[in-house]
């Protein structure tokens, strides 16, 4: 990987990756990632486990360096320019770990002094301020054994916000919580976002991308499978039709002549949809391009001679949509 003269970012990404990819060994963890997450978005990166999430995040963090492509953090190409981004993003990755017997303010103290690059004089303020923002003032003094799981993720993102930044990068920030403590980590996300701070979020639960996310893209085996803001996708989850007919084989080439995949659900029913976004390619914006108005749809198929029974646009869920999009179960609790 080289770093090319041309900015790949356009001045509203926060993240920005062309052909981003990870080898280990012959296996491809991340494979040609185009992504663009937008300034002030909060942006879901969902994916099963193993699709290689933590691998895209530790390439943009300089953690592990990539096998090829090129990525932008905050306009910077990284890693080469790492030491000017990582002021300004605070990052969450692989549960934070702090001393147990020391009290959450102290832990936060020891990091901070860590930091060659923070500012000393100002250091019990900002303690005090990242505290307060994780609603974690009460028990700044209480040891950390004593935090719930949910205190302690709220504590490590104080950690993260101990400087001002413009970009949080979270890793499953919700893993392991329980219910009250999944919220508490959601409800601070969300009041996060409304100060303007980008935040790209790692997930495995689609109610995590649909309770907290205004975009998301979808990660399948290293594999960049959709991306968009929630109501696009929410959108193209909608696109599916269902065609009842005795005439199945001209309905099923008016259909797939349309350009939606079309395929025999019994023998007098067709279920059709408008193809998936290529990988990398904004899904609603693919969409509108070109696509057939539903009920062109019905015209196309009555002008072609094709006797219908029935016609619905089935509706598919955002859930059952995700789920097809990375073609496992999927996770969606939570
Ligand atoms: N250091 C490594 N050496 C070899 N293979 C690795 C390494 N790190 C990750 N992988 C592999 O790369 C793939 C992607 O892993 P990654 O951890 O990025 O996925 P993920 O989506 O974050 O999943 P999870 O939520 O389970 O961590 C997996 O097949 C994993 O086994």
């Not at 700044?140 to 104080?158: E, F, I, N, P, T």
């Not at 084989?249 to 007098?268: H, S």
Request: net charge neutral; with cysteine; charged share 20%.
């Amino acid at each position: 990987m080289t770093p090319g003269p041309a900015s790949v970012a356009s001045p509203a990404s926060a993240i920005a990756t062309r052909g981003l990819t990870k080898t280990f060994g012959n296996h491809t963890a991340v494979d040609a990632l185009d992504l663009t997450v937008p300034r002030a978005s909060v942006f879901g990166f969902l994916g099963p486990n193993g699709s290689g999430k933590t691998t895209t995040i530790r390439m943009l963090l300089g953690l592990v360096a990539p096998t090829g492509g090129r990525a932008e953090v905050l306009g910077e190409a990284v890693p080469f320019r790492l030491a000017r981004v990582l002021p300004h993003v605070g990052a969450l990755v692989e549960g934070p770990a702090f001393y147990p017997f020391l009290s959450g303010e102290a832990n936060l103290r020891r990091l901070d002094t860590a930091d060659p690059l923070t500012e000393p004089r100002t250091r019990s303020a900002r303690i005090g301020a990242a505290l307060e923002r994780v609603g974690l003032t009460h028990a700044a003094r209480k040891k950390v054994h004593a935090y719930s799981l949910g205190m302690k993720q709220r504590l490590g993102l104080a950690a993260a916000l101990l400087a001002p930044r413009e970009l949080l990068v979270l890793d499953e920030p919700t893993n392991g919580l329980d219910p009250q403590g999944t919220r508490e980590v959601r409800a601070l996300i969300r009041s996060l976002a409304d100060d303007g701070t980008t935040v790209f979020v790692s997930t495995h639960l689609l109610a995590e991308v649909d309770q907290v996310c205004t975009h998301a893209a979808v990660l399948r085996a290293g594999r960049l499978v959709a991306q968009g803001t929630l109501d696009d996708l929410r959108g193209d989850a909608r696109s599916r039709v269902r065609v009842t007919t005795p005439d199945t084989d001209a309905a099923l080439g008016v259909l797939r002549r349309l350009g939606l995949t079309a395929e025999t659900a019994a023998p007098d029913t067709i279920d059709a949809a408008w193809p998936a976004a290529e990988a990398g390619v904004d899904t609603a914006a693919a969409g509108r391009a070109g696509r057939t108005a539903t009920e062109d749809v019905v015209a196309a198929l009555v002008a072609a001679g094709v006797r219908v029974r029935g016609f619905t646009s089935t509706g598919t869920t955002l859930e059952q949509r995700f789920v097809e999009l990375t073609g496992e179960g999927f996770d969606v609790a939570g």
